[in-house]
């Protein structure tokens, strides 16, 4: 009888701590959402967002964060519409030419998950070794490079698993019908799957946008706003990461100002991906 | 679509390679293993050695796994098994957002809330002084940072579990906690091992948020309250100088090469333990 109780209040034991670790993770998320607001919605004003930074280079009290917002929608959505370019096709190749091939399709995943693995500071360093390669100056362009070779194996795999839902009879149908296999990867597995598609486009912008290690070497940073491809260009995270390096409270502040809209649309982010996973799943075979 | 599919395969041996070439200049000079365990690190003198931020890295890579390990285990635990639906519903979007954010928030809310947690409270308990920009406070960034990833591998490593085998456990008169004892835990640990692995490569290769709260003080760090300075901090915080010193440039491309072996190695153990235990499922 002894026995029996101390088994259970074990287990009551083990399921109040569970409880609690849950507790905590969200917790932490709350905290660390409410403490960016907490410091940088005060500094958000439409000044803020409307212009760039005036004054010297990094210490320049007036102005706002233009440059680093558009700087970062170039770098994300180009970086964005260039690995869809090369990622599409590969995820569906995957699931389509060489799907027979279950060896080679999976030593491919495995191969991805790999690069998946790499961190973003050694892309940057790479992709920096390549910008002299390639005599280019630290410019949108390299970091448009760097960041689609960081961000195509998360999206190649996103889409990959979105596609590998399809069963395969749909396939086979395809193909009875008379359907070539270009056909049957656009307009059949396409567009079965936009909605999980769109949400691996999602996952792979928010990384592009979100990542620092990567640009830091390649994109650079400047007060002006983005006019061409060959130019250094700001982005949201280094403009964080270096105006909260300043002693003075003004360019701190829109350090915390930056970080509240990356937040932002970090948050808009993961509730249109949301919507649209559901929408997929909704219209998922069976 | 055959050549995009040239181009991912061959990238990791592209990096490597490249990174490798723009770090013989310094392996002609000095042997990798004079670069690796020496300490003095004069770059203006030539002096290149590792070793203090490669104990950095060791130091809050280790610490954040200690951290975040058990919580995540046991969250894990509690989600696949006991979690009531509204938890779930709470769960999902707050693992998936926390996966979402970017590593320079992290940074910012550690200088903001964990730096001066610690040398205002933490700190004081142990009767030590100071700043806060410590071991510690890159230790539980990262933690933070690696919970969503290790979590969801967890999470579905607990789920490839048979239900079989909970049916057989709970019909010879177990109780669901002992057959989460004894039969889940034994037969996910492989699984386990493997997540936490992951999470360990991906905290040894995190860059922005460490360098923000850790201090980046070059020498050996004594204890957690003391900063260190890990490698990844060591090259982005470079990167501006080194360009004018060919063996400076060198020795930090050297430094990223050993970041990506070293994470290459760990990422290729835990997926291949992954991937062996699903098959004799």
Redesign the interface.
């Given at each position: 009888m002894k026995r029996q109780t101390l088994i259970k209040a074990e287990e009551v034991f083990f399921r109040v701590i569970m409880f609690l670790s849950s507790m905590i993770i969200a917790a932490t998320l709350f905290l660390i959402i409410f403490s960016i607001f907490y410091k940088g919605l005060p500094s958000l004003s439409w000044d803020m967002v409307s212009q760039t930074p005036k004054g010297g280079f990094y210490f320049g009290k007036e102005g706002g964060i233009l440059n680093a917002i558009v700087g970062s929608i170039y770098l994300a959505g180009g970086s964005t519409l260039l690995s869809l370019a090369i990622g599409l096709p590969l995820a569906l190749f995957l699931n389509i030419n060489i799907v027979s091939k279950k060896r080679l399709v999976n030593a491919i995943r495995f191969f991805l998950d790999l690069l998946w693995g790499i961190p973003s500071i050694v892309y940057g360093a790479f992709g920096f070794t390549l910008m002299i390669y390639l005599g280019l100056k630290t410019s949108l362009l390299a970091g448009i490079i760097t960041v689609t070779l960081f961000i195509l194996p998360i999206m190649v795999r996103a889409m990959d698993e979105v596609i590998k839902t399809i069963p395969i009879g749909l396939l086979e149908a395809s193909y009875s019908l008379g359907s070539t296999k270009s056909e049957t990867a656009y307009r059949i597995f396409f567009r079965q799957t936009i909605p999980g598609i769109v949400t691996a486009i999602l996952l792979s912008f928010g990384r592009a946008i979100g990542d620092a290690a990567s640009v830091l070497f390649t994109t650079g940073y400047t007060d002006h706003m983005p006019t061409s491809l060959t130019q250094p260009t700001a982005t949201l995270p280094l403009a964080i990461f270096f105006q909260l390096s300043v002693p003075i409270r003004e360019v701190q502040n829109r350090a915390y100002a930056s970080a509240a809209i990356l937040v932002f649309i970090i948050l808009i982010i993961s509730i249109l991906s949301r919507i649209f996973a559901r929408k997929f799943q909704k219209n998922q075979i069976k | 679509?055959?050549v995009?599919?040239v181009?991912?395969?061959i990238?990791?041996f592209?990096?490597g390679i490249?990174?490798f070439l723009?770090s013989r200049l310094i392996l002609q000079d000095v042997s990798l293993w004079e670069l690796l365990f020496s300490s003095e690190w004069r770059p203006l003198s030539g002096k290149f050695g590792f070793f203090p931020f490669i104990v950095s890295s060791l130091w809050v890579t280790v610490l954040s796994l200690i951290i975040a390990g058990?919580?995540c285990l046991?969250?894990a635990?509690?989600?696949t098994q006991?979690?009531d639906n509204w938890?779930l519903k709470?769960?999902h979007?707050?693992?998936?957002?926390?996966a979402?954010?970017?590593?320079?928030?992290?940074?910012?809310?550690g200088?903001?809330?964990i730096v001066p947690l610690i040398s205002n409270h933490i700190a004081p308990l142990f009767h030590t002084d100071t700043s806060g920009y410590s071991i510690l406070a890159g230790g539980v960034v990262l933690a933070?940072m690696i919970?969503p990833f290790v979590?969801n591998i967890l999470i579905e490593v607990f789920k490839t579990i048979p239900i079989e085998l909970t049916e057989a456990s709970l019909s010879v008169g177990a109780?669901?906690?002992?057959t989460i004892k004894l039969v889940h835990i034994r037969k996910a640990f492989p699984g386990i091992i493997s997540a936490f692995g992951?999470g360990l490569?991906?905290s040894?290769?995190?860059?922005?948020a460490v360098l923000?709260v850790v201090g980046n003080v070059s020498k050996i760090p004594g204890g957690v309250f003391e900063p260190g300075y890990p490698l990844?901090a060591l090259?982005?915080n470079n990167?501006g100088e080194m360009l004018s010193i060919p063996l400076y440039d060198s020795a930090?491309?050297l430094a990223?090469f050993v970041?990506?072996i070293v994470?290459?190695l760990?990422?290729?153990a835990s997926?291949i333990l992954i991937?062996r235990t699903e098959r004799y499922r």
């Open positions: - | 679509m055959r995009a599919l181009l991912v395969i990238l990791p592209v990096i490249g990174l723009k058990p919580i046991l969250t635990i509690h989600l006991y979690a938890v709470i769960m979007p707050v693992i998936d957002i926390l979402g954010i970017p590593s320079v928030i992290y940074g910012v809310w200088t903001l809330v933070v919970i979590l109780s669901k906690w002992q992951l490569s991906r040894f290769g995190e860059t922005i923000m990844p090259i982005a990167y930090l491309m990223a970041l990506l994470v290459l760990f990422n290729l997926r991937i």
